[in-house]
């Protein structure tokens, strides 16, 4: 009996996928960005109201249950904020596949696209068994930490993909030079570790996601110091950034994707240093979230535009090009005539 290797297996599945084109992959990804990002925000939704024990057990509600039901200590409406997340994040995954049958199904083939959308798509999956683990943990800080950074690098993958869906498949052509493309990369590190210590600054915080789970105990002060210096960093980066660019007469696109990254750091900062001084109020924490994942998305969008890969390919059509030859032969045959 003869075996199909398992590539040859893959690559006959797929031939079977509808090709929905470019335009309906692309309206995917842009749905699978906002859906990665809504899912962070609705999380701190659920970590402000104290809901995040509104379904205390994994992958049921409660023991015995999928569903919310009556119970004796919590109140209906923080069960359903606990299980209306959850069935998001069902939802989106859902959307992360449909990107990824229709990016497989698409002809001609993208490689670099199909491994980005596989990447969210089994990132996501990830997503839900860290959310199950820090249900189970009783919303240890650092479980709720990891299952945010988590969800941010999700936010950055699917925008790499938006951005993979409307460029080409050729080797990267840098548009910037090197010293230049290793400071946005530089500063890139500098956001990772400000959305590290900004977890860290909620962990101290007062907002745990239930009433009765500890705090990280470290000075609240000290890390928002920290969470602060890291983002005076950050803008100095970007500031040098902007010298740079100038200095090497940067493409149209790379300053478009500047000024808005520049832009939103600056709200985010706003929004921050606003929360810090009124005492953390619930509503602000939500939309420090949404600006976080906002900066992310910016940032990656600014790390695409620094090389270029071509244009989009395109399908090979033999009608078209037998239209083209019979055309061309049709003006021989005219112009041999006279």
């Keep these: 009996m003869r075996t199909v290797p398992a590539q040859d297996a893959f690559s006959r599945l797929t031939d079977r996928l509808p090709d929905v084109g470019a335009r309906v992959i692309r309206w995917l990804l842009v749905i699978n960005l906002i859906c990665q990002t809504v899912i962070a925000v609705t999380g701190s939704v659920v970590r402000v109201t104290g809901s995040g024990l509104g379904c205390d057990t994994w992958p049921n509600c409660h023991p015995g249950t999928l569903v919310p039901v009556a119970h004796p200590e919590l109140d209906a409406i923080t069960q359903w904020i606990e299980f209306g997340n959850r069935l998001l994040s069902v939802g989106i995954g859902l959307v992360a596949l449909l990107c990824v049958l229709a990016v497989l199904g698409h002809r001609p083939r993208r490689t670099r696209l199909a491994r980005l959308t596989i990447v969210t798509l089994g990132g996501t999956l990830l997503q839900g068994l860290i959310g199950g683990i820090t249900v189970l943990m009783d919303l240890r800080w650092w479980t709720v930490a990891v299952h ?66 500890p ?124």
């Design 148 to 213: 945010l950074l988590v969800s941010m690098s999700l936010v950055w993958t699917a925008m790499l993909a938006l951005r993979a869906s409307g460029e080409g498949d050729r080797e990267p052509r840098p548009l910037v030079p090197a010293p230049i493309r290793q400071l946005v990369a530089t500063a890139n590190g500098v956001l990772g570790a400000l959305l590290v210590a900004g977890t860290l600054v909620t962990a101290a915080g007062p907002h745990a996601g239930d009433a009765a789970t």
């Design 215 to 338: 705090r990280l105990n470290l000075p609240i002060d000290v890390l928002a110091q920290l969470h602060a210096e890291l983002l005076f960093l950050f803008l100095g980066l970007l500031i040098a950034l902007s010298f740079a660019f100038r200095a090497v007469s940067a493409p149209p696109r790379v300053w478009r994707g500047y000024w808005w990254l520049l832009g939103v750091v600056v709200a985010q900062g706003a929004i921050g240093m606003v929360q810090y001084w009124t005492g953390v109020p619930e509503v602000l924490v939500t939309l420090h979230v949404l600006g976080a994942a906002l900066v992310v998305v910016a940032a990656a969008w600014l790390w695409t535009t620094l090389r270029d890969r071509g244009s989009v390919p395109t399908a090979f059509d033999p009608t078209k090009t037998n239209a083209i030859a019979d055309s061309a032969g049709r003006r021989g045959e005219f112009a041999s005539s006279k």
